[in-house]
């Protein structure tokens, strides 16, 4: 009803328009097309939960014990039966203390700032061959398992929305948006002739005798 | 009768044949011509269709115009394809494949050449049942097929998009030795769609909506969050590429467009965007697509994609085979804040640099293809280009880059990167100071 006396409206601006500027273009700021997304219809995708305040986390819960159990049969064939990855599958646990190092390892328990996006990314996109498989409580926990093996919830614990968003993860503070310190300096005329002040020197020519580089020459 | 010889009846031409070029085709046609070829002493080599004499495909019909429907390059280019890197990632499904940039010319990349990194494999979606909603901060939330996105009033741009990991794998020291693989997670087409600004404004955005969350409808299910103004500006929600609907590895039917930004960012399979009044630090932003800084701190929603250049030919793929003598240093450069205003060229490991010719049009956040004349005397040479945007931005050098993020930032790696051409003419990936 309201849709069609809508419609209506914009009938009669558009022939008053015409009536006066002949065939003008029309940008009106809206333009009618689409329909009323129902409730149903976005509860059934608006899966995603906001890392830092849990926002969208559902009803739910579950223990470290069921999520061992779970994690066992459904992800450890990849990350490892602790966690501890499997060839370049990634690991999900340690690194504490390797990210100022040559090889810093970013896992849950070392990097991930907050604990509601390790629901929401198992939930959206785990197990790998069966993405949004999981039920919530499941997926809390399956968490709940992750959680445990990075010493940030002890066995026998049960997890749930709350809890999750009471978790404190060690990395919390170490992502910064907008890094105060100066990025690479590079505004002004740059040099044209006589730049160097020493010869060139090669500080790395491993490629050629690496052999990590597929053959693209179609020979 | 008819004594005119344009009228002349000519012979039925036999049925298309299904291969029209290699040896196979051509000994096929007739038993006489091979009989030829298989005499001794006739020669009959890979010359055969070189002046003087006249080659096969002058003396006998191609296929017809039902042969092809859709086209495809010739055979012999079967050379000129993605290539992914087999120990670089656990699965097919979560990896990524290379734009063969050496092959390429002009800005513009085929669609079927375009590198391509998906989290959970290319789903096939049936456009018909492919939804968009908007909904979250808005005033009226929104859902939208196909159809109704095609409806709304269109825009066509041409536009680079670059994996922020793009030379990634250069961080440490000179690693692949290829263009293909130091520089092929970049792309640029022409992409249609509907600006995001047309349909924030069908639904309504609050006033207090600051960030959407863009989500696909892949089996990762792949979001990140955009701050609204980003969306505002010159985001497109696209349903073509190239001029048709955009490939299946490139987001059909509908991906994002966020021009200039980082490409995880430009959601592919794009089914739903979510208006928030701040970030959802989700996955794909905290712990992937962050630079770790030397100090154990990362820098989070790093989305510029900044001035980057790379030379093209020649490269490791592309040798001097010719020998001494002429050869046009050809590359590209992009940047994601605007147009290339210059692009230098040196050949000796940047002590003199010369400003290279580009080709218009220069286009922003676009490949731009540079070019300049070179003499090359046959001796060692290193072979670099830096890249100048309208904004100033002057590409860095590797030891600039490492001097402020160290080695295991990962992402945006954009420094002046650097050829040896060797003297019998090879070349090689190489890092100098």
């Known amino acids: 009803m309201s849709r069609s006396r809508n419609a209506l409206a914009l009938g009669l601006a558009a022939l008053a328009l015409l009536a006066a500027t002949g065939v003008a273009a029309q940008t009106p700021a809206r333009h009618g097309i689409g329909r009323a997304a129902t409730a149903a219809e976005i509860r059934g995708w608006d899966i995603d939960v906001r890392g830092d305040d849990g926002l969208g986390l559902p009803p739910g819960k579950g223990t470290v014990e069921q999520g061992e159990k779970l994690y066992l049969q459904q992800c450890a064939s990849c990350h490892g039966e602790f966690g501890e990855g499997n060839g370049r599958w990634p690991e999900l646990m340690g690194g504490h203390g390797s990210l100022t190092s040559e090889d810093p390892r970013r896992t849950i328990g070392s990097f991930w700032p907050y ?78 002739t006589n730049c160097r002040k020493e010869p060139v020197r090669v500080t790395s020519d491993l490629a050629r005798k690496l052999g990590v580089t597929p053959n693209n020459r179609g020979n | 009768m008819n004594d005119d010889p344009r009228e002349v009846e000519r012979p039925t031409p036999p049925p298309a044949r299904p291969s029209t070029t290699g040896r196979r085709g051509f000994l096929a046609r007739g038993g006489l011509v091979a009989a030829a070829a298989s005499a001794p002493g006739l020669a009959f080599g890979k010359d055969e269709n070189l002046p003087p004499n006249v080659p096969e495909w002058t003396k006998s019909l191609g296929p017809g115009v039902t042969a092809s429907p859709y086209g495809a390059p010739s055979p012999f280019e079967k050379t000129v394809v993605r290539r992914h890197v087999e120990w670089l990632t656990a699965t097919e499904q979560s990896s990524i494949n290379f734009t063969p940039l050496h092959e390429l010319h002009g800005i513009v990349t085929p669609s079927g050449l375009c590198f391509e990194r998906h989290h959970g494999g290319v789903p096939e979606i049936d456009p018909a049942q492919h939804r968009l909603i908007v909904h979250g901060m808005v005033d009226r939330p929104l859902i939208f097929t196909m159809d109704d996105i095609v409806r709304f009033p269109s825009v066509s741009r041409i536009h680079f998009l670059e994996c922020p990991a793009n030379g990634g794998m250069e961080w440490k020291g000179a690693q692949m030795d290829g263009v293909q693989f130091t520089h092929g997670m970049v792309h640029c087409c022409e992409w249609t769609g509907v600006r995001l600004s047309t349909l924030l404004a069908e639904a309504g955005v609050k006033p207090e909506a600051k960030w959407l969350l863009a989500e696909g409808a892949d089996a990762a299910a792949m979001t990140r969050s955009i701050p609204i103004d980003k969306a505002l500006d010159d985001c497109i929600v696209c349903y073509a590429q190239n001029g048709e609907r955009i490939r299946p590895e490139n987001g059909y039917p509908l991906r994002l467009m966020v021009p200039g930004w980082e490409g995880n960012v430009q959601i592919k399979w794009l089914r739903r965007v979510k208006l ?14 962050t630079d770790l800084m030397p100090d154990g701190k990362a ?80 001796g060692p040479a290193f072979v670099q280009s830096r890249a100048i945007d309208e904004t100033g931005y002057v590409q860095p050098t590797i030891d600039q880059l490492r001097a402020v993020r160290g080695v295991n930032s990962v992402y945006h790696k954009n420094a002046i990167h650097t050829w040896r051409v060797n003297s019998d003419g090879t070349v090689n990936n190489v890092q100098i100071t």
């Open chain 1, 115 to 192: 604990a509601p996006g390790v629901f929401d990314y198992v939930r959206r996109t785990m197990p790998f061959t069966a993405p949004q498989s999981l039920s919530d409580d499941e997926t809390y926990a399956i968490v709940a398992y992750m959680l445990n093996i990075n010493d940030l919830l002890p066995a026998g614990a049960e997890l749930d929305a709350a809890k999750l968003r009471a978790i404190r993860m060690p990395n919390r503070d170490g992502f910064l948006q907008g890094d105060p310190r100066p990025d690479v300096v590079a505004k002004g005329e740059p040099c044209m």
């Open chain 2, 276 to 289: 928030g009044d701040r970030p959802w630090h989700h996955r794909e932003e905290t712990s992937k697509y």
């Open chain 2, 299 to 378: 820098r989070q929603f790093t989305f510029m994609m900044e001035a980057n250049s790379v030379v093209t030919s020649p490269c490791p793929e592309k040798p001097m085979k010719h020998g001494k003598g002429f050869h046009e240093i050809r590359g590209l450069a992009w940047s994601g804040r605007g147009r290339i205003k210059r692009v230098d060229v040196s050949v000796d490991g940047g002590n003199t640099w010369k400003a290279a010719e580009l080709q218009e049009p220069v286009l922003s956040k676009c490949l731009t293809r540079f070019r300049l004349p070179w003499s090359w005397d046959g």
